[in-house]
């Protein structure tokens, strides 16, 4: 891509006989440029900004929280406590750690893990329909075979 016109140039363009002639025929006005022109010319090309770099840091930290807010309901969930367990005690817990050990403000931290009743069953609701889609899916796609025994109940009615 030529930096002057944002023209694409093909894989052939790329030979420097060809860039030249692109740079004749196209820009006539840089010829005389030195090299050092078209290498801060390249320089500010890279570090323009665009829309990954400028959410990039700001996408990562609540990635990083909501992450963990699904981790965390998980573990609630395995322990088979109540919802309200993030709230009560893991978040406070996590800020004494945060403060205790490391030394760090625990405010910014807690803020992006978001670990309320309402959130935490909607997670594991979320978690738990992956799953049962999963197995759906996985039982659909696979051969398997149920062996069934066959009963009677005092009122003939059969069961298997």
């Known amino acids: ?11 052939d363009a790329m030979k ?16 005389e440029k030195d090299l050092k022109y078209f290498q801060t010319l390249k320089d500010k090309f ?3 900004p665009i829309l990954d770099r400028m959410f990039a840091s700001t996408t990562q930290r609540n990635d990083d929280g909501l992450r963990a807010s699904y981790n965390i309901s998980l573990l609630i969930a ?5 919802h309200t367990i993030g709230e009560k005690s893991i978040l406070p817990a996590v800020e004494e750690v945060l403060k205790t050990v490391l030394h760090k403000p625990a405010s910014d931290i807690i803020k992006r893990i978001p ?3 309402n959130t935490v ?3 594991i609701d979320e978690m738990s ?6 197995l759906c899916n996985y039982l659909q796609l696979t051969h398997f075979s149920i062996q069934l025994d066959e009963s009677t109940l005092p009122d003939n009615t059969a069961l298997l």
């Open 1 to 11: 891509m030529c930096l002057l016109c944002n023209k694409v140039l093909g894989n």
């Open 16 to 31: 420097p006989s060809k860039l030249q002639d692109h740079l004749r025929i196209c820009h006539p006005d840089k010829t």
């Open 46 to 48: 890279q570090k323009r």
């Open 78 to 82: 395995k322990s088979e406590k109540p």
């Open 115 to 117: 670990l309320s009743n």
């Open 121 to 123: 069953e909607r997670r």
């Open 129 to 134: 329909s992956d799953i049962e889609s999963f």
